[in-house]
T-cell receptor, first 112, second 111 residues
Framework: RKEVEQDPGPFNVPEGATVAFNCTYSNSASQSFFWYRQDCRKEPKLLMSVYSSGNEDGRFTAQLNRASQYISLLIRDSKLSDSATYLCVVTPRGEYGNKLVFGAGTILRVKS | NAGVTQTPKFQVLKTGQSMTLQCAQDMNHNSMYWYRQDPGMGLRLIYYSASEGTTDKGEVPNGYNVSRLNKREFSLRLESAAPSQTSVYFC??????????FGQGTRLTVV
């Protein structure tokens, strides 16, 4: 089983739609969680960290469910510019500290 | 604001050639990483360095070596390139348990 798993999509949604992505992780002792965004052939960039209590940044809401070992990302009022690949990132607890493990990514396509 | 700088940006190698990918960060981060990204595979960790003087294998280390030259620099070496190593390589750095910052990537083709 992969350490971090995501639905690859693609998710094709119209502008203005609400879309949600889930990500599951296998290491129950994982400590830090992030969502990254990657545009075609460019480097990944941090979208938001995910906190235990859940957090919101504008149209984006991230949630963590430790009991079920998943994190989610909700995007409201989708824009064309939201089209990208969204990467779930987890820091498993381990001997070597905080190596970051990436999911394979979920592709989002927002269409007018 | 340099952040994480990778060189070169593009490279074409012949099978069996060697090369070193360079990475430097100016954010005083302890941790540095090398990832490769292939279509449909996401980012896979090649090697990781938690601090200066330490390195550890990631998910796909075979065919690669690394050197953490100092706190700023973390290089990745391909001793004998193979077509299977054609990929986009990303270097990243982070503070402990914090988000990572990435370089712009190196697009490597091995023919």
């Amino acid at each position: 089983r992969k350490e971090v798993e995501q639905d690859p999509g693609p998710f094709n949604v119209p502008e203005g739609a609400t879309v949600a992505f889930n990500c599951t992780y296998s290491n129950s002792a994982s400590q830090s969680f992030f969502w990254y965004r990657q545009d075609c052939r460019k480097e990944p960039k941090l979208l938001m960290s995910v906190y235990s209590s859940g957090n919101e940044d504008g149209r984006f809401t991230a949630q963590l469910n430790r009991a079920s070992q998943y994190i989610s990302l909700l995007i409201r009022d989708s824009k064309l510019s939201d089209s990208a690949t969204y990467l779930c990132v987890v820091t498993p607890r381990g001997e070597y500290g905080n190596k970051l493990v990436f999911g394979a990514g979920t592709i989002l396509r927002v269409k007018s | 604001n340099a952040g994480v700088t990778q060189t070169p940006k593009f490279q074409v190698l012949k099978t069996g050639q060697s090369m070193t990918l360079q990475c430097a960060q100016d954010m005083n981060h302890n941790s540095m990483y090398w990832y490769r990204q292939d279509p449909g595979m996401g980012l896979r960790l090649i090697y990781y360095s938690a601090s200066e003087g330490t390195t550890d294998k990631g998910e796909v280390p075979n065919g690669y070596n690394v050197s953490r030259l100092n706190k700023r620099e973390f290089s990745l070496r391909l001793e004998s390139a193979a077509p299977s190593q054609t990929s986009v390589y990303f270097c990243a750095s982070s503070r402990q348990r914090s988000e990572a910052f990435f370089g712009q990537g190196t697009r490597l083709t091995v023919v």
